[in-house]
């Protein structure tokens, strides 16, 4: 009964979109799946998305990759300088990480399934330079943790829903202990860009 509970709850966090659905599906996968990690191409979906829509010079990874491709490139040697490979790190670390936080991850079910993230590794899978242009792919690989602990439940924000604390109850009462389960979502993408 809670279980249901818990599911028809979570339509007041997922109200329109394509991942408005992904919130019952992690519901049942809780109930279910005996905390192994959950996969959506859904979620893969919502990440790439996020990912390409991102048009903050100062935040987004994916722009701030491209601007360190179109400073460092050595176009007469086709290629990007193992010398300067730690600007792609300080390009990464100085801007924002995808997370679902935005105002319409609080209706597109987003911000309930996934919100914030708890890691995320991103690769440069391939960097091609020919004439005046390149082209590289670019890896996200992010996890988050499906789970409420303490200090979640704590905050006025988590606790004034039942649906919250319903999840807490499930996933913390020593009679339930339904597990918490790591969601794992990937994407990847591609930068071009010519000669400036």
């Known amino acids: 009964m809670l279980f249901d509970e818990f599911r028809q709850l979570s339509r007041l966090f997922s109200i329109y979109g394509p991942y408005r659905h992904l919130?019952?599906?992690m519901i049942t996968h809780m109930q279910h799946g005996n905390s192994s990690p959950f996969r959506s191409m859904y979620l893969d979906s919502a990440l790439k998305d996020h990912i390409l829509r991102d048009n903050s010079t100062e935040n987004s990874t994916r722009l701030r990759l491209d601007k360190a491709f179109n400073t460092f490139v050595d176009w007469e040697n086709k290629n990007y300088p193992a010398k300067d490979r730690d600007e792609f790190r300080?390009?990464?670390?100085?801007?924002?990480?995808?997370k679902f936080n935005r105002?319409?991850?609080?209706?597109?079910?987003?911000?309930?399934?996934?919100?914030?993230?708890?890691?995320?590794?991103?690769?440069?899978?391939?960097?091609?330079?020919?004439n005046d242009r390149y082209q590289a792919i670019v890896h996200y690989k992010v996890q988050d943790h499906f789970?409420?602990?303490?200090?979640?439940i704590s905050k006025f924000k988590f606790n004034q829903?039942?649906?919250?604390?319903?999840?807490?109850?499930?996933?913390?009462?020593?009679?339930?202990?339904?597990?918490?389960?790591?969601?794992?979502?990937?994407?990847?993408?591609?930068?071009?860009?010519?000669?400036?």
């Open 147 to 152: 789970g409420l602990d303490v200090d979640d």
């Open 103 to 130: 105002f319409q991850d609080n209706f597109n079910g987003m911000g309930i399934t996934v919100h914030d993230t708890w890691a995320t590794h991103i690769t440069i899978k391939s960097l091609q330079v020919d």
């Open 23 to 25: 919130i019952e599906n």
């Open 90 to 98: 300080d390009a990464i670390m100085s801007g924002k990480l995808p």
């Open 161 to 196: 829903f039942r649906f919250f604390r319903i999840w807490f109850v499930l996933q913390r009462y020593n009679q339930f202990g339904f597990k918490p389960f790591m969601t794992n979502m990937e994407a990847t993408i591609e930068i071009t860009g010519t000669r400036e």
